[in-house]
């Protein structure tokens, strides 16, 4: 699935393809001058060594912690299709299109597997790394056999047939509801409360993979604002961005807005040039072993324009303290509507309310093995934090036709308040500290 950073990035690119160019601009030649790398990419090293995998011992923790979570809520099973958690649960990458693939995970016994006759190589090789390993219970399916009856007999099978059952929230419609009419006499319910009852909690594997993507993207933020000149577009320093990336060992990716189109909190297709003196949003994150990072800085190039350098400054500074009050206010037990609150009431009281109005987002979401998880710190939401509980931290604020700043770090419920992984922009004119 194509994301929202590479959706602006494609659609960018498309755009300014479109527009008519008798003859070579000046920008067109500063352009075609980035393919080589600029010295503070360059010295970028990897770090892939870093980073250590998740084992097959962690996902057996994994699950037993997900039969538990069954247990409190009176389900009998879950069910897992292709994504994130199927990924968590047992490693396995898939991907099969209108095909039946699936786990069924009991609360008691052992759990089995629907697949494609066809693909069961293919399952075999990645369930060796799982918790079942190769004892794993495959059952296949051939194209004229309906799958869904061979689910329905699984349950049966494991004395479950008129049990609840569990459904990952991402699993299609068609998918979830050939599942219920084949297993008629069970009760399908939302598997939520154990998928992120479990994905939420971290663990300190997963808090220091979040660590060092953190990190990593930080340092490549760093790279790129000492490769910034003007004239670039957002698309030259997306592109630098994931070349910086790939210097550092992951994947990784770019919105850029500059200057009014900065006051659009995800970004603009609209063609745009950097200006010494503009504001500059990167929002941005990159993935390692399967964990995210995502991060946003504001800045200019070279100095703030004089006619609105003061308002400008005004208001990251707002911002910045609206990041360090819900630092504050997050701790475990403290509900997450508390800490969008605590932020958005420095941003209010500063003159920039009520409400939605220029702080038009929520404070941050939860973040691990995808971009946005649970929980999320919105206005009204009771759900109370807990230790190694990691979400953004991300207030902002956007004065439409002018522009917008956002601060943006990754933030850790440790067991007596939070920590960002990487420290907060110091201002609008230094932004990693180093003047």
Known sequence: MISRRKFIAASTTAAAAALPHPFTTAQDTASSSYSSLPPSIARLQSRRGEATPITK?????????????????????????????LRYFTGIRWWGGERLFALVLPAKGASFYICPAFEEGRA???????????????????????????????????????????????IRFVFSNGIAKAASQATFISATPVTAGCRMIKSAQEIALMRLASRVTLAVYEAVYHSLKEGMTQ???GDLIEKAYARMGFPGEASVMVGEYSANP??????????????????????????????????????????????????????HRAQSAALAAAKPGAECGSIDDAARKVITDAGY???????????????????????YLVRGNPTKLQANITTSNEPGIYIRGEFGIRLEDDMHITENGAELFTPQSPSLEDPFGKV
């Open 235 to 237: 698309h030259d320093v």
């Open 124 to 170: 075999r090789e990645q369930l060796a790394n799982s918790p079942d390993g190769e004892q794993a219970d495959v059952r296949t399916w051939q194209e004229d056999e309906n799958p869904y009856q061979l689910l329905a007999q699984g349950l049966k099978d494991r004395s479950i047939s008129t049990g609840r059952i569990g459904i990952d929230e991402t």
């Open 266 to 319: 995800h970004g603009s297709t609209t063609p745009q040039t950097i200006r010494e003196g503009t504001i500059i949003m990167v929002d941005d994150g990159c993935v390692v072993e399967g964990y995210q990072s995502d991060i946003t800085r504001t800045f200019v190039l070279g100095k703030a324009q004089e006619k609105d350098s003061d308002q400008m400054r005004k208001v990251f500074d707002i911002v």
């Open 353 to 375: 309310g009520p409400d939605y109005k220029y702080f038009s987002h929520r404070l941050g979401h939860g973040l691990g093995m995808d971009g946005h998880e649970w929980p």
């Open 57 to 85: 011992e962690e996902r057996q923790h994994r699950q037993d912690r997900a039969r538990a979570l069954m247990s409190e809520n009176s389900l009998d099973a879950i069910v897992l299709m292709e994504g994130t958690s």
